[in-house]
């Protein structure tokens, strides 16, 4: 029913920078919050990045400074720039929605999970 697809994780040296994409796919009627989260390696799942449907966001005290989240609304599509990549960011990063499908009630749905590595 519906697809969330991430793109643009990678290698990247410390210091770096990546962008991060979630296309958002199938019988949509509403996106409420949109978010992305981590996993790292023998850690729990952690909120790195939310925003509104407004646009209001907020991040995880870890990024603030160096990551901004953003949408496009028209392409329900949720963004990441991450910038000042330190080791400590490397993990799997996981796209999440909260919306309403045609004919369902509101959920929370995830994307498959994309991988990004910080290391010289």
């Known amino acids: 029913q519906v697809q969330l697809v991430e793109s643009g994780g990678g290698l990247v040296q410390p210091g770096g920078s990546l962008r991060l994409s979630c296309a958002a796919s199938?019988?949509?009627?509403?996106?409420?919050?949109m978010g992305w989260y981590r996993q790292a390696p023998g850690k729990q799942r952690e909120l790195v990045a939310g925003?509104?449907?407004?646009?209001?966001?907020n991040y995880v005290d870890s990024v603030k400074g160096r990551f901004t989240i953003s949408r496009d609304n028209a392409k329900n599509t949720v963004y990441l720039q991450m910038n000042s990549l330190k080791p400590e960011d490397t993990a799997v990063y996981y796209c999440?929605?909260?919306?309403?499908?045609?004919?369902?009630?509101?959920?929370?749905?995830w994307g498959q999970g994309t991988q990004v590595t910080v290391s010289s």
């Open positions: 999440n929605a909260d919306l309403v499908v045609l004919g369902r009630p509101r959920a929370d749905y």
């Open positions: 199938g019988r949509i009627f509403l996106i409420y919050a």
């Open positions: 925003i509104t449907s407004d646009g209001s966001t």
